[in-house]
Protein backbone atom coordinates (compact mmCIF):
# COMPACT_ATOMS: atom_id res chain seq x y z
CA UNK A 1 0.00 0.00 0.00
CA UNK A 2 2.54 2.09 0.79
CA UNK A 3 4.17 2.01 -3.08
CA UNK A 4 0.68 2.64 -4.33
CA UNK A 5 -0.23 5.13 -2.33
CA UNK A 6 2.35 6.57 -0.24
CA UNK A 7 3.99 6.05 2.74
CA UNK A 8 1.27 7.88 4.91
CA UNK A 9 -1.45 5.74 3.28
CA UNK A 10 0.58 2.70 4.16
CA UNK A 11 0.03 3.60 7.96
CA UNK A 12 -3.75 4.00 7.53
CA UNK A 13 -3.45 0.32 5.51
CA UNK A 14 -1.47 -1.13 9.16
CA UNK A 15 -4.38 -0.02 11.19
CA UNK A 16 -6.97 -1.70 8.57
CA UNK A 17 -5.38 -4.90 8.68
CA UNK A 18 -4.82 -5.31 12.48
CA UNK A 19 -8.57 -4.07 12.86
CA UNK A 20 -9.48 -6.57 10.06
CA UNK A 21 -7.65 -9.52 12.93
CA UNK A 22 -9.61 -8.31 15.56
CA UNK A 23 -12.76 -8.63 13.51
CA UNK A 24 -12.11 -11.97 12.33
CA UNK A 25 -11.94 -13.10 15.95
CA UNK A 26 -14.81 -11.56 17.38
CA UNK A 27 -17.14 -12.58 14.10
CA UNK A 28 -18.47 -15.47 13.46
CA UNK A 29 -17.47 -17.65 10.66
CA UNK A 30 -19.99 -16.80 7.92
CA UNK A 31 -19.31 -13.26 8.64
CA UNK A 32 -15.36 -13.37 8.02
CA UNK A 33 -16.16 -15.82 4.70
CA UNK A 34 -18.71 -12.62 3.48
CA UNK A 35 -16.17 -10.38 4.17
CA UNK A 36 -13.24 -12.17 2.28
CA UNK A 37 -15.82 -12.66 -0.51
CA UNK A 38 -16.62 -8.67 -0.97
CA UNK A 39 -12.45 -8.49 -0.56
CA UNK A 40 -12.28 -10.19 -3.54
CA UNK A 41 -15.17 -9.00 -5.51
CA UNK A 42 -13.23 -5.50 -5.27
CA UNK A 43 -10.55 -6.69 -6.42
CA UNK A 44 -12.06 -8.33 -9.35
CA UNK A 45 -13.51 -5.33 -10.43
CA UNK A 46 -10.20 -3.29 -11.69
CA UNK A 47 -9.31 -6.43 -13.45
CA UNK A 48 -12.76 -7.06 -14.83
CA UNK A 49 -12.53 -2.92 -16.04
CA UNK A 50 -9.20 -3.23 -17.36
CA UNK A 51 -9.77 -6.40 -19.68
CA UNK A 52 -12.30 -4.77 -21.02
CA UNK A 53 -10.36 -1.61 -21.97
CA UNK A 54 -7.30 -3.34 -23.25
CA UNK A 55 -9.37 -5.79 -25.21
CA UNK A 56 -9.02 -3.67 -28.34
CA UNK A 57 -5.25 -3.29 -27.89
CA UNK A 58 -4.41 -6.97 -27.10
CA UNK A 59 -6.42 -8.33 -30.63
CA UNK A 60 -4.57 -5.41 -32.78
CA UNK A 61 -1.63 -6.54 -31.22
CA UNK A 62 -2.20 -10.54 -31.85
CA UNK A 63 -3.12 -9.66 -35.29
CA UNK A 64 -0.39 -8.12 -35.94
CA UNK A 65 1.90 -10.91 -34.20
CA UNK A 66 0.14 -13.72 -35.88
CA UNK A 67 0.56 -12.10 -39.54
CA UNK A 68 3.97 -11.73 -38.86
CA UNK A 69 4.67 -15.33 -38.11
CA UNK A 70 2.62 -16.35 -40.54
CA UNK A 71 4.68 -14.29 -42.89
CA UNK A 72 7.91 -15.49 -41.53
CA UNK A 73 6.26 -19.24 -42.39
CA UNK A 74 7.03 -20.16 -38.19
CA UNK A 75 2.92 -20.60 -38.52
Known amino acids: MSFLAGVKAGKYYDYFYLST ?29 SGFLLAPKVLKESRSYFSRMKAEGKL
Open 21 to 49: IVLGAILSMQDVMNIIDIAYALMALPTMI
